[in-house]
T-cell receptor
Framework: GDSVTQMEGPVTLSEEAFLTINCTYT??????LFWYVQYPGEGLQLLLK?????DKGSNKGFEATYRKETTSFHLEKGSVQVSDSAVYFC??????????????FGSGTRLQVQP | DTEVTQTPKHLVMGMTNKKSLKCEQH?????MYWYKQKAKKPPELMFV???????INESVPSRFSPECPNSSLLNLHLHALQPEDSALYLC???????????????FGSGTRLTVV
């Protein structure tokens, strides 16, 4: 079945450090890929998405590129801020969705940014 | 309006109580979802409604009963819950395009449920 694997957390960085959170997936064809962010005590917010190979999603300084050859969708940010502290979820929707139309999530990666 | 609104934000209920969670969106999305999220875990799918009809039930116990009275509203009726049902319950909606849902979901902020 389809699955998403994320790097274990927590990831602890100093402010202005470079961030990478790794995400790889298993799915047939070309799934749509997403990054969601969850701040403490809140629901999930869509951070960025990519729907075909080599697409780059970007938002709020975060970027991720859909790499079909490595089945990856790594999240990056050049300079993190304390306000970026949150849990980040990588997720996919299969290309050949049989009506389930449901997101498959990775386990989540907690990011802690220290001043 | 680009939001999914969930009420209440917090709910404490006893194991013999009956309560309902409510979810509302006015984005014209025709797919709506209930997810359950335990602490430090990703959300788990419970139910999917497509065009106001239940299309997916992920083997959820019958003490959880979903309802979609119209295209903007989604309810989750709760009865005889157990303490292990305590979690964050998230509602979400999405749009279809050509039969594919590849535009992502919009999630509500959730209802934090505690069963005592």
């Amino acid at each position: 079945g389809d699955s998403v694997t994320q790097m274990e957390g927590p990831v602890t960085l100093s402010e202005e450090a470079f961030l990478t959170i790794n995400c790889t997936y298993t799915a047939t064809g070309y799934p749509s890929l997403f990054w969601y962010v969850q701040y403490p005590g809140e629901g999930l917010q869509l951070l960025l998405k990519a729907t075909k190979a080599d697409d780059k999603g970007s938002n709020k300084g975060f970027e991720a590129t859909y790499r079909k050859e490595t089945t990856s969708f790594h999240l990056e940010k050049g300079s993190v801020q304390v306000s970026d502290s949150a849990v980040y979820f990588c997720a996919l929707i299969p290309q050949m969705d049989t009506g389930r139309r449901a997101l498959t999530f990775g386990s989540g990666t907690r990011l802690q940014v220290q001043p | 309006d680009t939001e999914v609104t969930q009420t209440p934000k917090h709910l404490v209920m006893g194991m013999t109580n009956k309560k309902s969670l409510k979810c509302e969106q006015h984005m014209g999305h025709r797919a709506m979802y209930w997810y359950k999220q335990k602490a430090k875990k990703p959300p788990e799918l419970m139910f999917v409604y497509s065009y106001e009809k239940l299309s997916i039930n992920e083997s959820v116990p019958s003490r959880f009963s979903p309802e979609c009275p119209n295209s903007s509203l989604l309810n989750l009726h709760l009865h005889a819950l157990q303490p292990e049902d305590s979690a964050l319950y998230l509602c979400a909606s999405s749009q279809f395009r050509g039969g594919q849902t590849n535009y992502g979901y919009t999630f509500g902020s959730g209802t934090r449920l505690t069963v005592v």
